[in-house]
């Protein structure tokens, strides 16, 4: 069995804020946009999650720059958009941007939680330009992020128990990761903004539109995510034409952070026997 170098994180917190320093050296501003671009070849276009960041894919950006693909992960706007767009669509809108600011065509999206939504509804839209998609945990059919009267504001307590049922393992919910959770929905810009987007994910029930979707995705599913359930993962299959369902278990609703190295070779497998 492989020896998975991310468990030292689990042991080390302050690591996090190492690894959050290196990739602030990493992002290129331009225009009106923030990113992270590695490597060449293939575009593979990562976005990140409601309350994700760039960080939670360090395993990805690890790995694939030396595959052969040109790994590409927008900051998203959650907290810019301005409160009446801060839905699924703008965000999906703005990601057209970025691809033309960027000039990349034939593109592999990858997303976790609402990056997979936003990656599935641009795909939607400009199917001609996605030649492959990864969603995990997306939302898109259903969602449990919100659950009963969450977020709380204030309660340190309820938000860190919050964000360890997102993981598996609790330990992976690190002090600085509920830190950054506590921070945002105890910033009222942050909080509103959240919200409508949370609100936004729910009722953009893309049901009716997966079975006319016929973009090649893999379906890479933690099997004990309790924020977009197991049955969500069959749901997706089942209405997706193109699509192939992965279980990776003993992980909660962030596989590449849970088992990076195992999201890796199933992302890279997939890719591989489709020549994409």
Not at 71 to 78: K, N, R, S, T, W
Not at 81 to 96: G, H, W
Request: hydrophobic share 40%.
């Amino acid at each position: 069995m492989k020896k998975n170098k991310y468990k030292s994180y689990k042991r080390i917190p302050y690591l996090w804020v190492y690894l959050f320093l290196m990739l602030e050296k990493q992002i290129i501003a331009e225009s009106n946009y923030r990113y992270i671009e590695l490597g060449e070849g293939t575009p593979l276009v990562i976005l990140h999650g409601l309350m994700g960041g760039l960080s939670n894919f360090e395993g990805v950006m690890n790995f694939f720059p030396n595959k052969g693909y040109k790994i590409v992960v927008p900051e998203l706007p959650v907290y810019e958009l301005p409160l009446v767009n801060s839905t699924v669509k703008s965000l999906a809108e703005f990601l057209d941007g970025f691809l033309k600011f960027k000039k990349l065509k034939d593109v592999i999206l990858l997303g976790n939680s609402l990056g997979g939504h936003i990656a599935l509804l641009y795909a939607k839209f400009h199917p001609e330009m996605v030649k492959g998609l990864i969603i995990t945990g997306s939302s898109g059919l259903y969602e449990n992020a919100m659950g009963d009267g969450y977020p709380k504001r204030g309660d340190y307590d309820y938000i860190r128990a919050k964000s360890e049922e997102v993981f598996y393992d609790p330990k992976v919910a690190t002090k600085e990761i509920v830190d950054e959770v506590f921070d945002s929905v105890n910033d009222r810009n942050k909080l509103l903004r959240t919200l409508a987007i949370a609100k936004s994910a729910i009722r953009h029930n893309m049901a009716k539109d997966l079975p006319n979707m016929l973009t090649r995705t893999a379906i890479i599913w933690g099997a004990q995510d309790g924020v977009t359930p197991p049955n969500v993962a069959d749901e997706f299959n089942s209405l997706l034409p193109n699509s192939d369902l992965y279980w990776i278990d003993k992980c909660g609703h962030a596989p590449m952070m849970e088992h990076p190295d195992r999201f890796n070779e199933i992302m890279y497998s997939w890719m591989e026997q489709y020549k994409l």
